[in-house]
């Protein structure tokens, strides 16, 4: 099992800044992609950003020029850094793991999430 821990939320004003961070433990044999994505009450889980095994990244447009993902390979994290932050960026936000996991049979790719961290822009 994976299990994902995430921290750096919190209430800012608009135009702040805010880094996330997303520790993935548990019967991991290798980390493939690593992303953030969000929920505000009343709507549907949304991607805010994601990052590859090799490091190729991809961000909503919503986000794009504001945001920066980025990973640690050693430590199997994943970090959010947003910047310029509005009102509409409010939600919790979801660390999501793609990853093989090692079983009684071999490994097994699998999809986690963590338990989310509230971000809160007032204006």
């Known amino acids: 099992q994976v299990q994902l821990v995430e921290s750096g939320g919190g209430l800012v004003q608009a135009g702040g800044s805010l880094r996330l961070s997303c520790v993935a433990s548990g019967s991991i044999f290798s980390i493939d992609a690593m992303g953030w994505y969000r929920q505000a009450p009343g709507k549907q889980r949304e991607l805010v950003a994601v990052?590859?095994?090799?490091?190729?990244?991809n961000y909503a447009d919503s986000v794009k020029g504001r945001v920066a993902i980025s990973r640690d390979y050693a430590k199997n994290t994943v970090y959010l850094q947003m910047n310029s932050l509005k009102p509409e960026d409010t939600a919790v936000y979801f660390c999501?793991?793609?990853?093989?996991?090692?079983?009684?049979?071999?490994?097994?790719?699998?999809?986690?999430w963590g338990q989310g961290t509230q971000v809160t822009v007032s204006s």
């Open positions: 999501n793991v793609d990853s093989f996991v090692r079983t009684t049979t071999g490994l097994k790719r699998q999809a986690d």
């Open positions: 990052i590859g095994s090799g490091g190729s990244t």
